[in-house]
């Protein structure tokens, strides 16, 4: 986008006064332009300072646990404060678990809905569908939380979980009793908050690809479906990849409503029914109860992984999305 | 003749009947997918209305918590803090926010421009709990004690990018036309971005910032250990606060059924609100980005 780049005015009146007296000198207006000028930069640089200052506070508070267990701390299971034994292993696991299971559920969706917007629905639906579904983006997630315990986890525990373990069971992925809570509930509430993420991302790159592509895939005899796969799809699978992986970064650093439905048990289980742990949880619950400043330092440690794991997360899903877009910043619009 | 030669040539050959059924079958598809992303939000939207509704009196809105066991009690408290956290991160976020987008629109257009607004956009994914950790850091551990400060300071974080990121946004909207008008008038420039770029694009701007507001107003997991909670009223900035989304997780947690009660109803002001400040972007932005542009 070309961005205004107004002429300096001093100079324009200094070049009309050529070698004599400029028409306007500098003057208090020309201070008022400098002051300006560095109160706005000032909060440009803030931008940079808070990065700064949370990789700064989140290194610092960190170094006691980084000392003591080196990188072995993601890998150990032992999550025991009482004998200063940390490590961080299950809470990255329940994370990776439960975000890929949410993404898993959430992908299908969230292109389908995407192309029926974009591509299949009557036009006096388009707009009405669109906000509806980026509502669902606008719900805080204690509000998710809060559903899913009352209403979510009663069902899966009478009808969803029964009805896996009997069919599924063989896979090993469904076993043991049916508390409602743990790892699929935590699964399926992350996917009802990224599917929105993903789709508004979704629907930004398939508006993106020109018109004509649709209309020569058509010329040529395709039905709807193969102009879609074919003309649309096709040019933004890579926008559409960095949509899902933006939503991967959402479900990763996701807090309350995993935290109140995940069960909160420090445990690797192979069955999705039993309870879990992930790294934003573990946070939530502990931290203002750590006692020992080895303990805190953990926590901060597994806040530290938690952050850069995003942050690369992000920054990987934005070069994605902007290769098909080319510019339009890769954020959902509510 | 020559004519019905070419139509012939070029007649179409009917679609098979498989491309014709996997066409409808995808169709099918992707309405019901449409169906099943929009059944959560309505069962969410209905239990909440339904639950909510039946919990919500005035004592609710006018009363403290009461000890577990005692009927009634309400969340006036947690309103009121809520309301001092989200004013404390406005008066902090907005102006840092809208000062960083006039850079970015203004000045911002070389390198360092460009790592600000990667800044940003890295700033925006960080996860809200790691802001609690920092906030927590730099205002709780320097005061000594839990405070609204640490909570409003923590949502002004998570504010400002998105600010920042709108007002640029907006102001790149403007003509380019304009601003030269007003430099021809001799008008300074600090005061053409204040009173004509920015006066131009306020209906945008307020949007952003309005969209920022109700992102961080429900947010619960960076006040945990900022804000806190309190059972009783505090006006103090320097003080633990209770809060509406704090309040509300706290009780959909407990065992008590007389606190789930008051969760949802708690929950249902909160996205009252926020359906508010989102409807009130809607209207604001349908008008048009730009003041007169329509």
Same mark, same amino acid.
């Given at each position: ?45 803030s931008v940079l300072a808070l990065v700064g200052l949370i990789v700064?506070e989140l ?248 952050f ?27 | ?59 609710? =809105?006018?009363?403290? /918590?009461?000890? @577990?066991? %005692? &009927?009634?009690? #309400? ?8 309301? !001092?956290i989200?004013?404390i991160a406005s008066?902090i976020g907005v102006?840092v926010g809208?000062?960083a ?18 800044t940003a956009?890295v700033l925006n994914g960080v996860p809200s709990i790691v802001v609690g950790i920092v906030a927590y850091g730099i205002v ?9 400060l640490a909570g409003g300071v923590a949502l002004a974080i998570m504010m400002i990018p998105t600010i920042t ?5 907006? =102001?790149?909207?403007? /003509?380019?036309? @304009?601003? %030269? &008008?007003?430099? #021809? ?8 971005? !204040? ?17 920022a507001?109700?992102r961080v107003?429900?947010e619960?997991a960076p006040l945990?250990?900022t ?68």
């Open positions: 986008m070309p961005g205004p780049q107004p002429v300096a005015k001093a100079e324009v009146v200094s070049v009309s006064g050529a070698e004599s007296e400029p028409l306007i000198r500098g003057g208090s207006s020309h201070i008022a332009d400098r002051l300006f000028y560095f109160a706005m930069l000032a909060c440009g640089l700064y290194m610092s508070k960190s170094g006691l646990s980084w000392h003591a267990f080196g990188w072995r701390f993601f890998f150990r299971s032992e999550w025991d404060p009482v004998n200063e034994q940390f490590g961080a292993w299950p809470f990255v696991y329940g994370t990776l678990v439960s975000s890929l299971l949410a993404l898993l559920l959430a992908v299908p969706l969230a292109v389908g809905v995407a192309i029926f917007i974009t591509e299949l629905c009557p036009r006096w639906l388009k707009s009405p569908l669109a906000f509806t579904t980026e509502l669902l983006a606008a719900i805080p997630s204690v509000i998710y939380g809060l559903w899913a315990i009352f209403v979510l986890v009663p069902l899966l525990r009478q009808y969803g979980e029964p009805f896996l373990a009997r069919y599924f069971g063989w896979t090993g992925l469904f076993e043991g009793a049916p508390y409602g809570i743990g790892m699929l509930a935590a699964g399926i509430i992350l996917a009802i908050m990224v599917v929105p993420i993903i789709s508004s991302i979704t629907r930004e790159v398939m508006t993106a690809v020109p018109q004509q592509q649709r209309e020569a895939v058509l010329a040529l005899g395709a039905t709807r479906w193969e102009m879609i796969r074919t003309g649309v799809l096709r040019n933004a699978r890579a926008g559409i990849l960095g949509g899902v992986i933006l939503g991967l970064g959402r479900a990763l650093g996701e807090t309350m409503a995993v935290t109140m439905v995940i069960g909160n048990r420090p445990e690797i289980a192979r069955s999705l029914f039993a309870p879990g742990y992930t790294m934003a949880s573990v946070i939530a619950n502990e931290f203002s109860e750590a006692t020992t400043d080895t303990y805190l330092s953990a926590l901060v440690e597994v806040g530290l992984a938690l850069l794991v995003t942050i690369i997360v992000n920054i990987l899903a934005q070069v994605l999305v902007y290769s098909v877009t080319r510019g339009a910043p890769a954020r959902g619009h509510v | 003749m020559s004519e019905s030669v070419a139509a012939s040539e070029f007649a179409v050959a009917p679609i098979s009947l498989w491309r014709r059924g996997v066409n409808a079958f995808v169709t099918l598809a992707t309405a019901l997918a449409v169906v099943l992303v929009l059944l959560p939000l309505g069962a969410i939207f209905a239990y909440l209305v339904y639950k909510g509704i039946s919990s919500l009196n005035w004592a609710f =809105l006018t009363q403290t /918590p009461k000890p @577990v066991g %005692e &009927a009634g009690g #309400g969340m006036a408290n947690a309103i009121a803090g809520s309301g !001092l989200l004013l008066s102006p809208i000062g987008g006039i850079y970015l629109a203004e000045y911002g257009h070389n390198r360092f421009g460009d790592l600000i607004r990667f956009d709780v551990l320097s005061q000594g004690h839990f405070s609204a990121r709108a007002t640029e946004e907006m =102001l790149l909207l403007v /003509p380019n036309a @304009v601003r %030269e &008008a007003a430099y #021809g008038l001799g008008v300074s420039r600090w005061r053409t971005t !204040l009173s004509i770029t920015l006066r131009t694009a306020t209906s945008g701007v307020i949007t952003g910032v309005m969209l507001f109700a107003a429900g619960t945990l250990f804000a806190f909670g309190n059972q009783y009223w505090n006006w103090k900035i320097n003080q633990p606060t209770a809060a509406l989304s704090l309040q509300v997780f706290t009780y959909a947690i407990s065992p008590f059924d007389e606190w789930h009660r008051q969760a949802w109803a708690g929950a249902l002001i909160l996205i009252v609100l926020i359906v508010v400040a989102v409807s009130a972007v809607r209207l604001v932005a349908g008008r048009g980005m730009l003041k007169g542009a329509s």
